[in-house]
């Protein structure tokens, strides 16, 4: 039965897969717009659900029931199967509110920031931050060398080849080179 | 607001008592028009990011909000101070002589800085090197202090009260380092930490982490020294051993100072304080001991946790869910269990993000091994937790 599947049952890995999943992204915020109404479905099939499993632990009341209206509860398909993922569905039913209520204060959440002025301007700057660090090392060589106005020697430059960051980008440019070549010959 | 009565009147408007009374009416609408905040001041601070303005990371502006657009819909707000109050007569008393009558009480009025408290402090803050972050009209000088650092003694320190976010002292001297090896005179320089305690932090998993931070930057670390004077003319402070009494005089060219903290003059002149003068309540349903229509919550009370925001978090829904059952005159059920998190910056990009309770044990929230320093972490408390803030915690729903 595909409703039973747990929250618990997946593990974090599938979740965090799931989560970078854009289609799945696009999906939450949908039901992120629908959730009052989605609340407000769950409170009412809670209501119901209640009921049924009062009916459904009754076994006299049922007896009488299918007796009675055996025809009628076959159009709406009340066989075995779906009173077993009923009862599935109520067991569920408190993870499910936790949930919903989670997602409710969420949702609020999300409400309040967005309008919020001051937060989206701080969210702005601080993907602005991000995007160029406060200690760029880009930027902080270019100043350097706007100051620096040393000669450099054939000395300095053999120095410099030591450094493993050199010598990783000069291991990175021969195996470029390699691998042109081999492409060159076939 | 000529009410003179109210079924809750909230005393301070901080990080405690704007996240209780949004909380108070959003869980109850006959709540709404019968509860106040009872608050001085015109602005409100979220005072975690101060760390970051003092490291140059943060702006102050964005840490600071007008009061008046923080106060919930539904909830009062008298700009007056508490001066006194008569938990006997369920009253308070405003300084400028009105009365206010309660059902119940929420104290959530914060911690009162000792500035006198060190000799010589008040007057040489915000100059020639003085510093803290602890002070909202002077946090920018801490990142002017650092970035005119030239060398020579660079002195942090943490007094033998408690203060508020035990690790503040500290996360403001690994960034200091982080930049004084960028600008190239950490070489020419000594850090020097002062702690007045015996240790750098109450959780072992995260002091472990903490002293292997120290090691690496090569920070001089020593306990049970607590500074006593500033002498600014001759750039030196003054610290006392807290067993021996011994003195010892420092040379610094800046110093960072964590003040000594205590609670409100008004709230130890009270029957609602206890021997050391805080709001005396019960640690796990935040009642007071004595008065039962009375809650304490934040830094004023007396809870055996570290005082930060986070534990408000958590303490916040226990006041209201308690205080709410009181009113319909059920057991209190709601239990804090101590939690509370300090995270600890430990360089520009890095963090421990240390989370504890009572019983100092991790309570970690976060699917990682959080006594690791990390860039994520770090990214959380600058990015996500003002947000969380500002919309989610003093608007009740987080
Ligand atoms: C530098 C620094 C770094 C920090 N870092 C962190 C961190 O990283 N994480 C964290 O969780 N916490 C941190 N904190 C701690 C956190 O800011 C406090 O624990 C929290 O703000 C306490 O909330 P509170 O409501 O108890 O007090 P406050 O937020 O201080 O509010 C108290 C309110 O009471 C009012 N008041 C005072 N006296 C009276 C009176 N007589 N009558 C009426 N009202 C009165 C004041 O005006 C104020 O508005 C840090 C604090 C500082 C200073």
């Keep these: ?186 | 607001m000529d009410q003179k009565e109210y079924k809750v009147v909230i005393v301070g408007g901080g990080t405690a008592g704007i996240s209780v009374a949004s909380r108070l009416v959003r869980a109850s609408k006959a709540l709404k028009d019968q509860t106040v905040i009872i608050d001085p001041a015109k602005k409100h601070y979220y005072q975690p990011l101060w760390t970051l303005v003092g490291g140059g990371a943060a702006k102050k502006e964005d840490s600071v909000r007008s009061m008046e657009s923080l106060i919930p819909k539904g909830v009062d707000w008298i700009q007056n101070a508490v001066a006194e109050v008569r938990p006997e007569e369920n009253r308070v008393v405003t300084d400028d002589g009105r009365q206010i009558k309660y059902d119940y009480l929420v104290m959530g009025a914060g911690l009162q800085i000792n500035w006198k408290g060190i000799k010589g402090l008040e007057e040489s803050l915000g100059k020639n090197g003085v510093c803290s972050n602890y002070s909202a009209e002077h946090v920018e000088y801490t990142w002017e202090a650092i970035r005119k650092f030239k060398g020579g003694n660079a002195i942090f320190t943490h007094p033998s009260t408690p203060i508020k976010c035990g690790g503040a002292p500290q996360k403001i001297m690994y960034l200091a380092d982080d930049y004084f090896r960028k600008s190239g005179v950490r070489d020419k320089s000594e850090i020097i930490f002062r702690h007045a305690g015996g240790a750098i932090f109450a959780v072992e998993k995260y002091a472990n982490a903490l002293n292997k931070v120290i090691d690496r930057k090569n920070i001089k670390v020593n306990y049970l020294k607590n500074l006593v004077e500033i002498l600014p003319d001759q750039k030196e402070a003054v610290f006392e051993h807290m067993e021996t009494k011994e003195t010892e005089v420092l040379k610094y060219d800046m110093i960072h100072v964590t003040p000594p903290m205590e609670s409100p003059d008004f709230i130890k002149n009270s029957s609602l304080a206890d021997k050391s003068g805080w709001v005396d309540v019960d640690q796990y349903t935040l009642q007071h001991k004595r008065y039962s229509n009375v809650f304490g919550i934040g830094d004023c009370s007396n809870l055996p946790t570290s005082k930060t925001g986070a534990a408000i978090r958590k303490q916040a829904p226990v006041v209201e869910k308690n205080l709410l059952m009181l009113m319909q005159e059920k057991e209190l059920e709601a239990k804090y269990n101590g939690y509370t998190s300090c995270p600890l910056v430990t360089g520009y990009n890095r963090l421990i993000m240390a989370e504890f309770d009572y019983n100092l044990e991790p309570q970690e929230s976060f699917p990682v091994d959080q006594g690791i320093e990390r860039r994520s972490m770090y990214l959380v408390k600058k990015e996500l937790l003002p947000l969380i803030y500002w919309n989610g915690m003093l608007k009740g729903v987080m």
């Excluded at chain 1, 799945?24 to 809670?46: D, G």
């Excluded at chain 1, 937060?119 to 991000?130: H, P, R, T, V």
Aim: hydrophobic share 40%; glycine share 2%; charged share 30%.
């Design chain 1, 1 to 186: 039965m595909a409703v039973t599947k747990s929250f618990k049952d997946e593990s974090r890995s599938d979740w965090e897969l799931q989560l970078s999943d854009p289609e799945i992204q696009e999906s939450l915020t949908i039901l992120l717009q629908k959730l009052p109404r989605i609340k407000e479905a769950v409170l009412f099939s809670e209501r119901a659900i209640d009921f049924v499993a009062a009916v459904s632990q009754d076994e006299e009341t049922l007896q009488k029931f299918i007796g009675n209206a055996g025809k009628e509860l076959s159009a709406y398909h009340l066989n075995e199967e779906s009173l077993r993922s009923l009862t599935t569905l109520i067991k569920k039913l408190p993870n499910i509110i936790k949930v919903v209520s989670v997602l409710e204060d969420l949702l609020e959440f999300g409400k309040n920031v967005l309008q919020d002025d001051d937060s989206l301007d701080y969210i702005k700057e601080g993907m602005e931050e991000m995007a160029t660090p406060i200690f760029s090392p880009l930027k902080e060589a270019k100043e350097r060398t706007e100051q620096d106005n040393q000669q450099v020697s054939i000395f300095t430059l053999l120095k410099w080849l030591k450094e493993p960051q050199v010598q990783k980008g000069l291991k990175y440019v021969h195996a470029l080179l390699e691998v042109y070549s081999e492409k060159h010959k076939k």
